[in-house]
């Protein structure tokens, strides 16, 4: 009597509303490829939890097989040489960075910490960049000034960086 009911609201007859595949399931709104997928329990997860949990698993898997390989290369004579080089490179650089050092450094003296520069190692002709495009435009005592400031103010390091970036030229 309901059936008849509800078509009669909306003008339909049951064997109308038969024809037409009205039912009592709404329609879905998506497309789907017609496969269902089980019901799922409480405590399983979704399609695209699992698959981000799967990543997520698969790129740590990576960085510990990455990290293994760097430990095992740190332990071979080549990794050994290149720690003790980059600590060598390390000890030189807060040596000749320190600031009673920076403060007498003479232009020689700079010319030699730029030449040990890994990011200098673009440049064929080390010297005359130095000479042209670093002190000529910018004087010595500024550069020398402007590295102070990037390494020993109290400020914040991305507002030094950016001002040590816009003061000079070169």
Not at 15 to 29: F, I, V
Not at 39 to 61: C, L, V
Not at 123 to 135: A, F
Not at 147 to 165: A, G, H, P, T
């Given at each position: 009597?309901?059936d008849?009911?509800?078509t009669?609201?909306?003008?339909l007859t049951?064997?109308?509303?038969?024809?037409?595949?009205l039912?009592?399931?709404?329609?879905?709104?998506r497309?789907?490829?017609g496969h269902?997928?089980?019901?799922m329990s409480?405590?399983?997860?979704t399609?695209?939890?699992?698959?981000k949990?799967q990543r997520?698993?698969?790129?740590?898997r990576?960085k510990?097989?990455r990290i293994v390989?760097?430990v095992?290369w740190l332990n071979?004579?080549?990794g050994r040489?290149?720690?003790?080089e980059?600590?060598?490179?390390?000890?030189?650089f807060?040596?000749?960075?320190s600031?009673?050092?920076l403060?007498k450094m003479?232009?020689?003296?700079?010319?030699?910490?730029y030449?040990?520069?890994w990011?200098?190692?673009?440049?064929r002709n080390?010297?005359?960049?130095?000479?042209?495009?670093l002190?000529s435009?910018?004087?010595?005592?500024?550069?020398?000034?402007?590295?102070e400031k990037l390494?020993?103010?109290s400020?914040d390091?991305?507002w030094?960086?950016?001002?040590f970036r816009?003061t000079r030229r070169g």
């Amino acid at each position: 009597m309901s059936d008849k009911k509800e078509t009669e609201e909306s003008g339909l007859t049951t064997e109308e509303a038969k024809e037409l595949e009205l039912d009592e399931q709404p329609k879905p709104t998506r497309h789907h490829s017609g496969h269902h997928s089980p019901p799922m329990s409480y405590n399983e997860e979704t399609g695209r939890a699992h698959k981000k949990r799967q990543r997520e698993n698969e790129i740590a898997r990576n960085k510990f097989c990455r990290i293994v390989v760097i430990v095992h290369w740190l332990n071979t004579e080549k990794g050994r040489n290149t720690v003790t080089e980059h600590r060598e490179h390390e000890k030189y650089f807060k040596h000749t960075l320190s600031s009673e050092n920076l403060a007498k450094m003479t232009e020689n003296e700079f010319s030699e910490f730029y030449n040990k520069l890994w990011a200098s190692n673009m440049w064929r002709n080390k010297d005359w960049y130095i000479k042209n495009k670093l002190i000529s435009p910018n004087g010595l005592e500024k550069i020398k000034n402007e590295f102070e400031k990037l390494l020993y103010i109290s400020e914040d390091m991305v507002w030094k960086y950016n001002n040590f970036r816009k003061t000079r030229r070169g």
